[in-house]
């Protein structure tokens, strides 16, 4: 066991510092040799990791109970250990059952489906040209159109990899951050936040010491949020090095969540515009957390008109970080800054389950590739593509037997003798 | 009937220990016995007598020994790779396919080289002469005529599951066969009943009675039995066909012969006969949806083939459009002209009518109507991947009975019955083919552990590894096997494949050996397009990949010391094509592997999934109790069964294996099980077909004689 810096293998970039634990079979958990990498919990640092491993030759994560049906074959497991983890597996899969359900419901859910439907019948298609063009009546424009399907689905896939932001926020979290001066609440926020039963919270701390990051799970979108060094002008040197880092985060969010003292700002609109202004950079989305309400006297009812403003006043509510009052109406505007944010209603997806898909996405675009190369220098090989990609894509979206392409070549084509 | 069967004495107490003595391996007569003279018939009793059992052969006529019921023609896509392996296991119908085609055609040429269909169009009379040749004259394969009525059964062995094992048959005349195992190959004899229109009549083939004793039997002894149908077109007189505008449709020049020790096919290559096609068009709808209500064989709902459909169900379901005849011959002095895909069974008069409307047949002669049959077959998933039955122990099928169509399916199924009946009787473990190792293993694996519902024939697209399991490298795959643990192949033929596989190996070695530059390359072979823009040195291995790459073009770069591997020109196409497939194998091997361990998983034959003590879903124990898996590789394959109930199932196996062992160290009880408790195991077996178009079926366990 050693503690080093994980690097990405291909750019050579630090992803994170960590233990890495090396188990040289036969006396490790599955009898192979096994290594672990123990990273850092953030989203951001756990899906740069995946993603450099994944991108590694030979490298992909494991199906449900792999690792225990490996230790299992291995001779490996006593039984009391198996009793464990076989519950241990079925509440993993029967979770990730639920979730994938879940997950189908939405729009994304509806893409990959149609996706599935388009590879399934380009597929059943071509395996109908394989088994039956000869002497029956499966016409070459059947792989014209298989062709086509291929390309426009690979054309698909690709784009959505890529859709930047989009699918950045989806599969990484919405990087938010709170901001702003000293004093005024940002870490009481923060731990208010984390607090609620309903968010999902793993704390950890960032790759940068002063700035604390935490992932949470805010009506089903994945949100990693950094609670900063107060924004002034300071005079100690390790502060100036914390707020010059909480300006270099404030760049870099895809939200901010501007922290300002109710009792010390102005009610008229445009002063409360100007100071949110004074903080956050001009483009991000932000929205105006007015805490310590509780301290407010008659001001309360000018403020509270103020947040409903609208332009120049951000989205914007008065808290009470002490007895919890408004957390309700900033987690209502933190939803609909989200969904702006990520477009797609993605119901409940954890971040893990993102992070297998967009492998598994990856993996079936490639295999795709794998169709066009091979396509005009053998058939068969070019099949072996689409039932490569064909599997993978299963993984998301569910297991595809020969009978189901079997009944596919059945209906779409009159063949047989 | 006569019902001698000693299976009336079920119901007593578990016999004394010396009883079994009595057993097979005492009493005279044969090994094994095979019931059954068609593709899957011949095979099994060839293989059985090849593996040194004293085996008899029992047909209705030995003069329909080898007889092509449907379609003059042999292999075909998927067909063609179960042909290669049964003469990798030196089965009989590749070698006499090459006695007896006039007109080769490997199918997919442009597709690569693991898709392709070896065919052939053969002549009947010459396939069906060479077959009885072979069989006559199979060493220690003796060949009677007589009907089998009746099963004789005798107390099961303890160690094996089943409720009784099977000890010889009952024939036509009452008299009685003993054998050690019995193999069923009947085809669609089982209660088989012939439509043509409104007409019906009982028959396993025009012309032969059907097996209505045997139906009875087995359905007695709790078999699950379904209701599939089938169907042949009419044929017709090829001088009264005007073939002059047709397309047509020469064979292969040079044949490729389908056995591994056929250096070439019987006929000249310039004496093939061709095929012809031509289309149905609107007039022949017509006449089927006019008539619709004289055609009792469509209406009814028994399950057909969807792959090989009837003309009525083509033009129902595929309406308005033009669909293909096949114009081929029967044979090379043969009159009659197969139509394939008119196969039909509308009234005589009407057929013709359909015929006359088509292109080029205007004025053709009907010689036979077209006719569907229909006929019992068994679930097989009460069988085990040898073939044998779980319910009577030594009692194996083969063939159409188990639910396939055509005879390359049967004849595989065939080998691996005979080869298996064969190890029962001696005591040897069974000979298997997995998922991974051939066409034969995922057909099987398919019918046994999920079963079919129509009548089931083999794809290419059923395959996983279908880069692997090509129709070049059968031999590799399957002789060396056959030959060490089935004792089923010749000598010669060992050594040929040993060689071969000796030859590939140094070949592959020496041409990975043999590294340059990518420059150096391209001045060595011009001819090959080479695209690559990798710096480190490539192998002739890797040149030979390319697409116009071949063993003669790089022997003329390198004359020493690929000169010599070129000129034996059947190890120079295996070089190329595996070559061409290395990367793709090698990249499937890891799941192979997974494949292979998952099989080794044996789960116990007689777990009874709904009183084990493992956390499983109820539906999961359905799913599980009527497939009855083998192996964890087979349960993985069920529809339906999670990762989790695997991993549940692995845990109560290994559970119960452990116990086991400990309770080894105590006596023994009788496992034997009395007989009541067979019965109810057996109605636990569900009847799988509601579509039982003829008389209602009963299942009667208790029986009284007649």
């Known amino acids: 066991m050693a503690l080093r810096r994980i690097r990405d293998p291909a750019t050579a970039e630090p992803l994170d510092r960590g233990l890495v634990v090396w188990f040289p079979g036969p006396h490790s958990f599955t009898g192979e040799d096994c290594a672990e990498l123990h990273v850092h919990g953030g989203p951001a640092v756990l899906s740069g990791v995946l993603r450099a491993l994944g991108r590694l030759p030979g490298l992909r994560p494991a199906e449900p109970g792999e690792f225990t049906r490996r230790a299992f074959h291995r001779g490996k497991l006593d039984l009391t250990a198996a009793e464990g983890l076989g519950d241990l597996i079925h509440a993993e899969t029967e979770a990730q059952r639920r979730q994938a359900l879940r997950q189908m419901e939405g729009e994304l859910g509806r893409l990959y489906q149609r996706w599935s439907e388009t590879l399934t019948q380009a597929l059943a298609h ?174 309360a009812g000018a403020l509270r008109a ?80 689409l039932r490569l990609a064909r599997r993978h894509l299963g993984r998301i979206t569910g297991h595809v037997g020969a009978e189901d392409v079997l009944d596919i070549i059945f209906r779409d084509f009159c063949v047989g003798k | 009937m006569l019902c001698r069967g000693p299976w009336r004495r079920l119901a007593l107490p578990p016999p004394s220990p010396g009883a079994r003595r009595a057993g097979s391996g005492a009493a005279p007569g044969y090994e094994v016995l095979v019931i059954g003279g068609g593709h899957a018939g011949t095979e099994a009793a060839a293989a059985a007598a090849r593996g040194g059992a004293r085996t008899l052969l029992l047909t209705h006529r030995i003069g329909t020994i080898g007889q092509l019921s449907c379609n003059p023609s042999f292999g075909g896509i998927g067909k063609g790779h179960l042909v290669r392996e049964v003469d990798a296991l030196d089965g009989l119908c590749g070698r006499v396919c090459d006695l007896a085609g006039v007109h080769y055609k490997v199918l997919n040429r442009c597709k690569g080289p693991a898709v392709w269909g070896l065919r052939a169009q053969v002549d009947r009379g010459l396939y069906r002469d060479n077959m009885r040749k072979e069989i006559l004259n199979t060493p220690l394969l003796t060949v009677h005529e007589a009907s089998v009525e009746d099963l004789l059964l005798t107390e099961p062995e303890p160690d094996h599951p089943g409720k009784c094992r099977v000890r010889g048959v009952v024939l036509g005349d009452g008299s009685t066969v003993h054998a050690g195992s019995v193999i069923l190959t009947t085809g669609t004899f089982l209660r088989g009943m012939i439509h043509v229109g409104l007409e019906k009549h009982p028959a396993g083939r025009l012309g032969d009675q059907p097996s209505v004793g045997l139906a009875q039997t087995l359905e007695r002894l709790g078999f699950a039995v379904g209701r599939l149908k089938t169907g042949t077109p009419p044929r017709l007189a090829k001088d009264t066909i005007d073939f002059s505008g047709l397309e047509e449709r020469t064979a292969d020049n040079p044949p490729v012969p389908f056995s591994f020790l056929s250096k070439a096919v019987w006929i000249k290559p310039e004496d093939q006969l061709s095929c012809y096609l031509t289309y149905t068009n609107l007039k022949a709808q017509q006449i089927v949806q006019d008539n619709l209500h004289l055609n009792n064989h469509v209406r009814e709902t028994t399950k057909g083939p969807r792959y090989c459909p009837s003309l009525e169900a083509k033009v129902l379901r595929f309406p308005n459009r033009e ?97 298996n009946a064969c190890l029962r009787v001696r005591g040897k473990s069974p000979f298997i083919v997995s ?132 000129e034996w020109r059947e190890l120079s196409e295996r070089l190329k094509i595996e070559a061409a497939y290395e990367w793709c194998v090698v990249n499937q091997q890891q799941e192979i592997e997974e494949v292979r361990r998952d099989e080794a998983l044996q789960l116990p034959e007689d777990l009874d999934y709904f009183a084990i003590d493992a956390s499983l879903s109820t539906e999961v124990r359905e799913k599980l109790s009527s497939n009855r898996p083998q192996t964890i590789g087979a349960v993985s394959r069920i529809p339906g069964i999670t990762p989790a109930a695997i991993v549940n199932l692995l845990r109560f196996v290994k559970n119960k294996h452990q116990k086991a062992e400990k309770l080894k160290a105590f006596p023994q009880t009788d496992k034997c099980l009395p007989g009541n408790m067979y019965l109810e195991k057996a109605a636990s077996q569900q009847q799988i077909s509601a579509e039982l178009s003829e008389e209602e079926m009963e299942s009667t366990f208790v029986k009284t004689p007649v």
């Open chain 2, 435 to 566: 998922r991974t190792e051939g066409y034969i293993g995922v057909l099987i694996d398919d019918l046994t552990t999920l079963g079919t519902t129509e009548p089931y024939r083999m794809f290419t697209s059923r395959v996983e590894f279908r880069m692997s399991l090509r129709p070049d490298n059968a031999d590799a795959r399957l002789t060396l096997r056959g030959f060490e643990e089935a004792g089923c192949v010749s000598q010669q033929r060992y050594e040929q494949a040993v060689k071969m596989k000796a030859a590939l190996e140094d070949g592959i070695a020496t041409l990975k050996s043999l590294q340059f530059s990518i420059s150096k390359w391209s001045q060595l072979i011009p001819e090959v397009h080479l695209s690559s823009n990798r710096r480190s040195p490539m192998s002739a291995f890797d040149m030979l990949q390319y697409p116009e790459a071949n063993m003669e073009i790089l022997a003329r770069a390198i004359p020493e010391p690929l000169g010599k591997l070129a």
């Open chain 1, 126 to 299: 071509l395996e109908a040209y394989i088994d039956f063009s000869e002497d029956d009546n499966v016409e070459e424009e059947v792989l014209a159109q298989v062709d086509a399907a291929v390309r426009g689905l690979a054309q698909e896939l690709g784009a959505h990899l890529q859709d930047g932001r989009r699918g950045e926020l989806l599969r990484g979290g919405v990087h938010a951050v709170i901001a702003g001066p000293p004093n005024v609440g940002k870490s009481s926020l923060l731990n208010l936040l984390c607090q609620r039963p309903a968010a999902i919270v793993s704390p950890a701390a960032g790759t940068t010491r002063d700035v604390v990051e935490v992932s949470l799970d805010v009506t089903g979108y994945p949100v990693v949020l950094s609670d900063t060094a107060g924004l002034r002008d300071a005079t100690d040197p390790v502060e100036r090095e914390g707020v010059s880092r909480a300006r270099d985060r404030l760049q870099r969010a895809d939200l901010v969540l501007a922290v300002l003292d109710a009792t010390a700002v102005p009610a008229e609109p445009a002063a409360l515009g100007a100071a949110v202004g004074s903080l956050v950079p001009p483009a991000a989305p932000c929205i105006l957390v007015l805490n310590k309400a509780d301290l407010l006297g008659g001001e």
């Open chain 2, 323 to 419: 669909h293909q005849v096949w114009l081929e011959p029967e044979g090379l002095d043969s009159n009659v002209i197969y139509p394939q895909g008119l196969s039909m069974t509308l009234p005589p008069e009407l057929q013709e009518q359909v015929i006359n409307s088509i292109r080029g047949l205007e004025k053709a002669k009907m010689v036979q109507p077209g006719y569907g049959v229909q006929y019992d077959y068994l679930d097989p998933r009460q069988l085990t991947a040898s073939l044998e039955s779980r319910l009577v122990q030594r009692l194996f099928f083969a063939g159409q009975i188990n639910g396939t169509t055509g005879y390359e399916e049967a004849a595989a199924q065939g080998v691996i019955a005979g080869i």
């Open chain 1, 306 to 385: 103020a947040c409903t403003q609208g332009p120049p006043v951000p989205p914007a509510t008065l808290l009470s970080c002490k007895t919890g009052d408004g957390i309700e109406r900033l987690l209502e505007l933190l939803g609909q800054q989200l969904a702006q944010l990520c477009g797609d209603p993605l119901a409940g997806s954890p971040s893990l389950t993102q992070r297998r898909h967009s492998q598994h996405l990856g993996d079936c675009a490639a295999a795709l590739g794998g169709y066009g190369r091979h396509r005009a220098r053998d058939l068969g090989l070019a099949a072996e593509q």
